[in-house]
């Protein structure tokens, strides 16, 4: 069953993910990275008191396994986009909860609902990021805290440099500034938001496209198309040229609801 969604580049979003579903782990360096250091802000906002948690964008569970074990007692929602990747988290004998396919844009819940929400690279996928965090803030019950991660513009900064010096646009989204992040959280009156630098292993080119195919991030920005592979490979030869070496800005965030 195909999902509902806003547009079709939500669901080439879901089949590329789904495609990558069964490799991802062996690709996900910087996102195993983020996935803990969301667990730890999580612990550390909340480390008793959570009945209920929900998640978004669940991937192949790297985020949901750290959850679980820190809050055994937790009920768990799962949700990602990609059927593939939920079944995939869900396969798990280590984590038990309700797995559902969902567009964290449009969540499936209505009230106050949720201790946590927690979230790992997923949100740069969303269409309208301050209204998705809007949404999944009204879930939160009193006291309770919107965890997530997200990319940061500074994020594969070389390989936009090569496209620039070929006098061609990257594909690569056009994800938020840190300052950016900041001011969509600012109209809440407990958040704030900082970013880590995380560099990829691996040197040129190849490796860098390797890594975005294996994790499943293939997908353009909104208006724009893959190259050619004339284009393609000059951009690339200019990329190994200045030295072949990149890395994400991770940003992270999170809100806490202070209203009764």
């Known amino acids: 069953m195909r999902l509902a969604m806003n547009d079709a580049r939500k669901q080439r979003i879901s089949d590329a993910f789904g495609a990558a579903a069964g490799r991802y782990e062996a690709h996900a360096g910087p996102q195993r990275l983020a996935a803990g250091l969301v667990a730890d802000l999580a612990q550390r906002q909340k480390p008793d008191g959570v009945g209920r948690i929900l998640e978004i964008g669940c ?12 809050w055994p007692g937790a009920e768990m929602v799962v949700t990602d986009l990609s059927p593939q990747m939920l079944e995939k988290a869900a396969s798990d004998g280590l984590v038990a909860g309700r797995f559902l396919t969902m567009d964290g844009e449009a969540p499936l819940f209505e009230g106050a609902w949720f201790d946590l929400i927690l979230s790992s690279l997923a ?28 990319m940061g513009q500074g994020s594969f900064a070389n390989w936009r440099a090569a496209h620039a010096s070929c006098g061609l646009v990257a594909g690569v989204p056009d994800y938020p ?84």
């Open 123 to 150: 949100f740069q996928w969303f269409d309208d990021l301050p209204a998705a965090i809007g949404r999944l803030v009204a879930l939160l019950r009193p006291g309770g805290s919107l965890i997530f991660s997200t």
């Open 59 to 70: 991937g192949t569970g790297l985020l949901t396994r750290d959850v679980q074990a820190r």
């Open 177 to 260: 500034t840190l300052a950016q992040l900041r001011e969509i959280l600012a109209r809440f009156d407990d958040a704030f938001a900082f970013d880590e630098a995380v560099a990829l292993e691996g040197q040129g080119a190849r490796a860098l496209l390797d890594h975005l195919k294996g994790i499943g991030a293939v997908v353009p920005g909104e208006g724009r198309n893959p190259l050619n592979v004339r284009d393609l490979r000059r951009v690339m030869a200019a990329y190994d040229a200045a030295g072949g070496r990149d890395g994400y800005e991770l940003l992270f965030g999170r809100v806490t609801r202070t209203d009764a």
